[in-house]
């Protein structure tokens, strides 16, 4: 009695060390770090800037209504707004000293 429950122990020790193992190579495999920052012309997953990469501000996206520039809620981008160079992501609404003519693009 004894060696039997002994043997279905060692079985279910077997098997819970093969399904600790797999979900370890699960885990590893299919969850991806956040990067650090996000760059010019990418989504920010939040409104501070603190989360674009040094020198760009996060803006919400616009779109034109009948010439006006409404704001979007479908999350922020980075930019680097000022510089002369009308870059990734910008556009006449969010940065309209690089922008001039440029038309907002639909949200990423």
Do not use: H, R
Not at 5 to 20: D, E, G, R, V, W
Not at 42 to 51: D, K, V, Y
Not at 62 to 83: H, S, V
């Amino acid at each position: 009695m004894f060696l039997g429950c002994l043997q279905k122990a060692n079985k279910m020790k077997k098997f819970l060390l093969i399904i600790l193992i797999l979900s370890i190579f699960l885990i590893n495999g299919c969850v991806q770090k956040l990067p650090e920052c996000s760059e010019e012309g990418q989504p920010s997953w939040n409104s501070t800037s603190g989360q674009c990469c040094e020198g760009l501000n996060a803006t919400i996206y616009y779109t034109l209504i009948e010439g006006e520039c409404i704001g979007l809620e479908c999350g922020y981008g980075c930019i680097n707004c000022g510089n002369g160079i009308c870059g990734s992501g910008e556009d006449m609404c969010n940065c309209p000293e690089d922008c001039e003519d440029k038309e907002p693009e639909e949200c990423p």
